[in-house]
């Protein structure tokens, strides 16, 4: 594992994160969002604020550089059911658009590197998840993916024979990757963010 102190992660930590500000940057703009299951770095930006995005993509550049989900090989996702999820894939095929369950809730094998931030990202999380106007709705829905069945059912359906055949090995993980981007790309544009 790199030195913590080589790591990009050592400013975002000492950066730290505002989370209550966090809670009312996400509550102040979601309603905007058509849905939330799979969205951009750029998105989860505006939906969480630059401090706590800072700090997301500086634990994903810290397990890219270490390591550390590639050598686990997604125990995470094979668990939880996700119906993207794949041995053959070197990593999760939809990364550019993962879901906030897959950005905000990092394991155990994290908080050697910063508990306390990880701990502060999965409470911003959880406070936007049970917040009063959005525990009950498709917001919420959508953000307890994966698995990505619930909120997305029609992408989950188009992609399974895709899945099917990486599994069987009649079909290229590569070439798999592509066809379950597209599906993502296709989910998306007919789930636009609304304009401000
Ligand atoms: S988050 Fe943890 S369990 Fe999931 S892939 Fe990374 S190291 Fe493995
Ligand atoms: S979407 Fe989430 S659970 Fe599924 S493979 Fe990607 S990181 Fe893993």
Request: with cysteine.
């Given at each position: 594992?790199?030195?913590?102190?080589?790591?990009?992660?050592?400013?975002?930590?000492?950066?730290?994160?505002?989370?209550?500000?966090?809670?009312?940057?996400?509550?102040?703009?979601?309603?905007?969002?058509?849905?939330?299951?799979?969205?951009?770095?750029?998105?989860v930006?505006?939906?969480?604020?630059?401090?706590?995005?800072?700090?997301?993509?500086?634990?994903?550049?810290?397990s890219?550089?270490?390591?550390l989900?590639?050598?686990?090989?997604?125990?995470?996702?094979?668990?939880i059911?996700?119906?993207?999820?794949?041995?053959?894939?070197?990593?999760?095929?939809?990364h550019?658009?993962?879901p906030?369950?897959?950005?905000?809730?990092?394991?155990?094998?994290?908080d050697?590197?910063?508990?306390?931030?990880?701990?502060?990202?999965?409470?911003?999380?959880?406070?936007?998840?049970?917040?009063?106007?959005?525990?009950?709705?498709?917001?919420?829905?959508?953000?307890?993916?994966?698995p990505?069945?619930?909120?997305?059912?029609?992408?989950?359906?188009?992609?399974?024979?895709?899945?099917?055949?990486?599994?069987?090995?009649?079909?290229?993980?590569q070439?798999?990757?592509?066809?379950?981007?597209?599906?993502?790309?296709?989910?998306r544009?007919?789930?636009?963010?609304?304009?401000?």
């Open positions: 594992m790199p030195e913590l102190a080589a790591s990009p992660l050592r400013q975002g930590a000492e950066a730290g994160v505002d989370e209550a500000g966090a809670i009312d940057t996400f509550l102040g703009t979601v309603g905007r969002f058509a849905q939330v299951a799979l969205l951009t770095d750029e998105e930006r505006e939906l969480f604020g630059a401090d706590s995005a800072a700090a997301l993509a500086a634990f994903d550049r810290y890219r550089e270490s390591g989900c590639s050598s686990c090989g997604g125990v995470c996702c094979s668990e059911g996700c119906e993207v999820y794949s041995p053959r894939f070197q990593e999760c095929p939809i550019a658009t993962r906030l369950l897959c950005r905000f809730h990092f394991c155990h094998r994290f050697v590197v910063d508990k306390q931030l990880v701990i502060a990202l999965r409470d911003i999380f959880l406070a936007c998840y049970t917040a009063d106007q959005i525990s009950r709705g498709t917001i919420a829905k959508s953000m307890s993916v994966p990505l069945e619930t909120a997305c059912p029609a992408l989950v359906a188009n992609v399974q024979p895709v899945m099917d055949a990486v599994r069987e090995g009649s079909l290229d993980p070439n798999g990757i592509e066809l379950i981007r597209k599906e993502v790309e296709r989910y544009r007919r789930h636009l963010v609304a304009s401000t």
